[in-house]
């Protein structure tokens, strides 16, 4: 069974870093590109960063691009999230997620995200 | 950056009902276009992907269905496991995806 499981979470201060692990066991990661999604309280689901399969692609949204950085150890069947310069609207619980190929159809390729972590809270306050 | 809007942001029910959300993209997407529901304490949960194609293992009461902007994700029969709330997610630009504000259908 797929089991991906996040680490890292806490409280820490504004400005400062954290580090989020995820790591995978039941399935080699090597071949899928890997998400972080991040639920704030109250709120939403929102996507933060992936990276490809073999770590040359990262890809993240415009409310972190260029604090946090998202990578992966592929030997060790881990994803990381370095959060730089963390902001209180970076408070959130954070899901390591694996991004997959679905379905091909009508000659279209077609994603999903199929297996979550249960995630890890991210609190940033003074 | 597509923008993906959903309506309404909350809805009543009760079991045996059906209910339907609705997605909107702020380009067009074709069908690359995902629905998860999420409960409380839980992971969210994929149910449909390519706007209509039913994920393996999910009940046939969930459909989906549109293309280009405008998506459905339609429960019949409502079950009380069903309580939740329910996100559309767009793939158009995968890997950066974008989700809707969610749904939440309540008792």
């Known amino acids: 069974q797929v089991q991906l499981v996040e680490s890292g979470g806490g409280v820490v201060q504004p400005g400062r870093s954290l580090r989020l692990s995820c790591v995978a066991s039941?399935?080699?990661?090597?071949?899928?590109?890997m998400d972080w999604v991040r639920q704030a309280p109250g709120k939403g689901l929102e996507w933060v960063a992936a990276?490809?399969?073999?770590?040359?692609?990262?890809y993240y949204s415009d409310a972190v691009k260029g604090r946090f950085t998202i990578s992966r150890d592929n030997a060790n069947n881990t994803i990381y999230l370095q959060m730089n310069s963390v902001r209180p609207e970076d408070t959130a619980f954070y899901f390591c997620?694996?991004?997959?190929?679905?379905?091909?159809?009508?000659?279209?390729?077609?994603?999903?995200?199929?297996?979550w972590g249960q995630g890890t809270t991210v609190t940033v306050s003074s | 950056d597509i923008q993906m809007t959903q309506s309404p942001s909350s809805l009543a029910a009760s079991v045996g009902d059906t209910v339907t959300i609705t997605c909107r993209a702020s380009?067009?997407?074709?069908?690359?276009l995902n629905w998860y529901k999420h409960k409380v304490g839980k992971a969210p949960k994929l149910l449909i992907y390519a706007a209509s194609s039913l994920q393996t293992g999910v009940p046939s009461r969930f459909s989906g269905s549109g293309s280009g902007t405008e998506f459905t994700l339609a429960i019949t029969s409502l079950q009380p496991e069903d309580f939740a709330t329910y996100y559309c997610?767009?793939?158009?630009?995968?890997?950066?995806?974008?989700f809707g504000g969610g749904t939440k259908v309540e008792i």
């Open positions: 039941g399935v080699s990661l090597r071949t899928y590109d």
């Open positions: 997620v694996r991004n997959i190929l679905i379905g091909f159809i009508g000659r279209h390729y077609y994603y999903g995200l199929d297996v």
């Open positions: 997610q767009q793939t158009h630009s995968n890997p950066s995806l974008s």
């Open positions: 380009q067009n997407i074709g069908v690359y």
């Open positions: 990276v490809s399969h073999d770590g040359r692609g990262e």
